[in-house]
């Protein structure tokens, strides 16, 4: 289906093919749009592979940055994709209100039931979401939502990896190929910590305000009333930069954080698991 097959390697045509092929079988699809990198790749070979019979829904509340919410209208716009977004409120789950180790079982399992809904309404017959290979190792109690309601996950089916999205998104000239890894802003809190929709907003504020100063690759964690940021180990001295590391400071205290610290490990997927870890240590211990 794409023009520019001359670009990928055998093994990556044959993956792409592949993973066409699950799609075609599939007949229709509603997709977990967040317009991440891996979720647009699906979108576009979904419908490049089924035209109308795919649907992408996306998921707005206070965990999902406006931002991401306007990319993911303008790819579906530019591409002539029907979209539609749905308004979904983790915040009235305990588990997810109250940071569980399963908040994002409560977060999946209510979105993919209004992409069921939708589904439903739009006579499509399946529900597809976009995580790949390297999702497996990693703790993601959200898959096991998506199990429980029969979500479909097309491109582990492919056996695509992050690395190979990227590399067929751009001979594809999707302009999400080189985009940053996100997640949403209630990965920024340490486990137990209740999530507010205030405290999910000075996030979103101290993100917003670090990618507008050239800081494409971070995170804002949150502890309390501190902030955490992380930045790629090449970026640290950037930002600890006399006059940069004042205007930061400055910014986040008018925010609404009363301690701000720079993470000197850098920024890494998923660092809050690791209170999860360091937990189960302690147990065992």
Not at 31 to 40: A, N, Q, R
Not at 128 to 155: F, H, T, W
């Amino acid at each position: 289906m794409i023009n520019t097959k001359e670009l990928l390697t055998d093994e990556l045509q044959e993956k792409l093919a592949k993973l066409e092929e699950y799609i075609r079988e599939l007949g229709s699809l509603a997709i977990g749009f967040s317009g991440g990198v891996d979720s647009s790749f699906l979108l576009a070979v979904a419908h490049e592979v089924l035209g109308d019979n795919v649907i992408a829904v996306t998921g707005a509340d206070a965990s999902v940055p406006e931002r991401e919410v306007n990319e993911a209208i303008a790819f579906c716009k530019e591409r002539g994709i029907r979209h539609i977004i749905c308004k979904v409120d983790p915040l009235q789950e305990e588990g997810y209100r109250n940071n569980s180790p399963d908040r994002c079982y409560f977060c999946k399992h209510g979105i993919f039931t209004e992409v069921k809904r939708i589904a439903d309404e739009y006579g499509i017959k399946y529900m597809a979401e976009g995580s790949n290979m390297d999702d497996i190792g990693d703790y993601r109690p959200g898959l096991r939502a998506a199990a429980e309601l029969s979500v479909k996950s097309p491109l582990r089916e492919a056996r695509l990896n992050k690395s190979e999205i990227r590399i067929i998104s751009r001979a594809m000239g999707l302009p999400t190929w080189s985009k940053p890894a996100y997640a949403c802003l209630a990965s920024r809190f340490v486990y137990g910590e209740e999530i507010t929709e205030k405290k999910l907003h000075m996030i979103d504020r101290a993100e917003q305000f670090l990618i507008e100063h050239g800081f494409f690759e971070e995170r804002v964690r949150m502890h309390g009333n501190i902030a955490r940021i992380e930045v790629p180990p090449m970026d640290i001295t950037r930002l600890a930069a006399d006059g940069v590391r004042e205007e930061v400071y400055e910014e986040l205290r008018k925010i609404g954080f009363l301690f701000v610290t720079l993470d000197l490990k850098g920024y890494r997927l998923g660092s809050m698991n690791a209170t999860l870890q360091q937990k189960a240590d302690s147990i065992q211990g």
